[in-house]
């Protein structure tokens, strides 16, 4: 649209009596009443504003649905990275589970295998006698001393 003001167009001037419809004009009345003259100011050729572009409706379009479509591509992509997540949490949690019971099992077994009890009967399997007399050894000499002598 142009910004220049519109122009207001002159009255269409009326015919004189003396002029019927269809009668050939003489004279200067039927000069400005046939046709104007090229130097008359309703003839000049003005500028007219260019019909308006129709807008696309796609860009702005675009520009609603591409964060939307993101904003739920980000929303899957991080549930299944936590529900993978969970998954690999619940394997961990069963295999600590597992390995809690398994060191449980082993401990129960080293404390049975230490009492002095079990430790004595597994010294008889070996062909071990029990010890008549104490002693102690001198480890930089070798020298086993009995009786603490």
């Not at 269809?22 to 004279?27: D, H």
Request: proline residues 9%.
């Amino acid at each position: 649209m142009s910004a220049a003001p519109l122009r207001q167009q002159r009255p269409i001037p009326r015919q004189r009596p003396d002029q019927r419809a269809g009668a050939p004009a003489t004279g200067r009345a039927s000069r400005s009443a046939a046709g104007a003259r090229p130097s008359d100011p309703q003839r000049h050729l003005r500028p007219v504003a260019a019909p308006e572009q129709a807008r696309s409706l796609m860009p702005f379009m675009w520009a609603c649905i591409l964060p939307v479509v993101g904003a739920l591509a980000a929303v899957l992509l991080i549930n299944t990275a936590m529900a993978e997540g969970a998954y690999e949490r619940r394997d961990l949690k069963i295999e600590i589970a597992a390995l809690h019971q398994e060191a449980e099992t082993l401990s129960e077994t080293l404390e049975a295998n230490g009492a002095p009890e079990a430790l004595a009967a597994r010294a008889e399997q070996l062909g071990m006698a029990p010890a008549t007399a104490l002693g102690f050894m001198s480890l930089s000499d070798g020298i086993v001393l009995e009786n603490g002598k």
